[in-house]
């Protein structure tokens, strides 16, 4: 490899050529960043501080992308993957990556995007939360189904940038108790002689397997995603699985026959048990279904919604707002701080489960209404001017619309929870341009360790609450 004065030869700026490099940032989406005289490269499964040769994969005029080839001198940050399948399997990015500096590059991921997207040139970020464990924190897991070349049914996830199956029997970063489901369901399906799902051809039965269970309860549930409603002998099957795992409380059957990389169809029958598993979140009882949105790490949620409230310091006398509020996961632990809780969601199933979780813990103050969050807002009539909207929208952040409507609307506090930095970053500066509104803090939590995700909680005030104080 020639250099001249720091800069790599014209000839070399090439697919396939082979550069040294020192990674000296992460990007967010956990590449690493090195720099080749002017030009930037990212390198995925490396680390701040890694001397690696990286092979050109992507060259542009400006920038390239390179795959590890060789590790020169190791990062301090760099440590051994506790995942056996880490440099292959696609489920997490950051096996590698000791968990205190996951922790600090999640928080300057957050920094950087409220000041370049954001425009903020000094956000308050809080330093992030996180539990006391890196590893078996998901409560839910969903399995692409496979056939190896030997003709043996797998589960597992796809190899990094393919659709290759990565065969797993246990995931490091899935609620342990579900192992031995996922190592035995494989070879209870293979024994049964259901198909597998061909996404090429379009044809077989099985596509996944999901997996969820209760952090607090243990009570698991199985769901099986299929082209077809009848499966030989399932409710036979189902039956021996509950019998199997004491813990599991029901077997469902989801259908989903359309050629999307959508994992869940629109309908779910329940086989054998029930069809939901008892969840306890802030001292709240949940009923949460197979395809129900939940979050993934039970006791981070717990968390975040704790500091949330400490610096809401509601009084009890608040008009509360739950936009996106799904089966009501923060809007029924939050009822009973104030006078009233309303909760605005799209989907009908989520409201209908919604309702049922406030009957079942006695929360009478709670309204759920399902519909688009701009339309409600513009609908509700709370007099005087609400006190806090909640936001939880998905990972491509609110609606123009959305943003209108609340300016709309002026509630006199905003909670903005994303799983996006990027977007919400956006969003905030939408909604303080306006003079309205000024960015109190933001809290990131890590939600997702071994992963580059981080979920963040911003609060905002407006400009004129106090102006009669």
């Not at 952090?215 to 199997?244: C, F, H, I, Y």
């Not at 509360?320 to 309303?342: E, H, M, W």
């Amino acid at each position: 490899m020639r250099y001249q004065n720091g800069m790599v030869q014209q000839s070399q700026w090439q697919q396939g050529k082979l550069v040294q490099l020192e990674i000296t940032d992460l990007n967010s989406s956990g590449e690493g960043v090195g720099r080749c005289g002017g030009q930037v490269i990212f390198v995925p499964d490396t680390v701040t501080g890694d001397r690696i040769v990286a092979r050109l994969t992507e060259v542009k005029s400006q920038y390239a992308r390179g795959k590890l080839v060789q590790l020169l001198e190791a990062s301090p940050h760099r440590i051994r993957s506790r995942c056996i399948v880490a440099d292959k399997c696609g489920g997490c990015q950051w096996q590698h990556i000791d968990w205190e500096y996951q922790l600090e590059a999640k928080h300057q991921q957050v920094v950087k995007a409220l000041r370049r997207i954001g425009g903020f040139s000094h956000p308050k970020v809080a330093p992030i939360l996180s539990t006391a464990y890196s590893l078996n924190y998901r409560n839910k897991s969903t399995y692409p189904l496979g056939i190896s070349a030997t003709g043996k049914v797998q589960a597992g996830y796809y190899r990094k940038g393919s659709h290759q199956l990565v065969n797993l029997n246990q995931c490091p970063v899935q609620d342990a108790r579900l192992h031995p489901l996922l190592s035995e369901t494989k070879k209870d399906i293979q024994q049964r002689g259901w198909t597998i799902y061909n996404e090429k051809k379009h044809r077989g039965q099985l596509r996944h397997l999901s997996l969820r269970i209760g952090n607090r309860t243990g009570e698991m549930l199985l769901t099986l995603v299929s082209t077809e409603w009848k499966l030989p002998d399932l409710k036979e099957q189902a039956q021996t699985w509950l019998k199997q795992y004491p813990q599991l409380v029901g077997v469902c059957l989801n259908y989903n026959r359309a050629r999307t990389n959508v994992i869940f169809g629109r309908e779910t029958h329940t086989v054998a048990g029930r069809s939901y598993l008892r969840e306890i979140f802030a001292g709240v009882e949940l009923h949460i279904g197979a395809d129900t949105f939940f979050q993934i790490n039970t006791e981070a949620a717990e968390l975040l919604l704790q500091t949330i409230e400490a610096k809401l310091d509601l009084q009890g006398h608040e008009v509360l707002i739950d936009a996106y509020c799904g089966i009501g996961t923060f809007t029924l632990p939050l009822a009973s701080k104030v006078r009233q809780a309303i909760g605005i969601e799209l989907y009908q199933a989520s409201v209908a489960q919604a309702k049922h979780n406030a009957e079942i813990n006695a929360i009478a103050n709670v309204t759920f209404m399902a519909g688009a969050v701009e339309k409600i807002l513009h609908q509700l009539k709370v007099k005087p001017d609400p006190d806090i909207v909640f936001l939880d929208p998905p990972r491509k952040g609110c609606a123009p619309a959305v943003i209108d409507a609340l300016l709309t609307f002026k509630p006199s506090r905003i909670v903005y929870i994303s799983c996006q930095p990027t977007t919400l970053a956006r969003d905030l500066k939408l909604l303080c341009k306006s003079g309205d509104y000024q960015l109190d803090f933001v809290q990131p939590a890590d939600f997702f360790p071994q992963t580059t995700h981080v979920e963040c909680a911003a609060v905002l005030s407006r400009l004129d609450q106090f102006k009669f104080a």
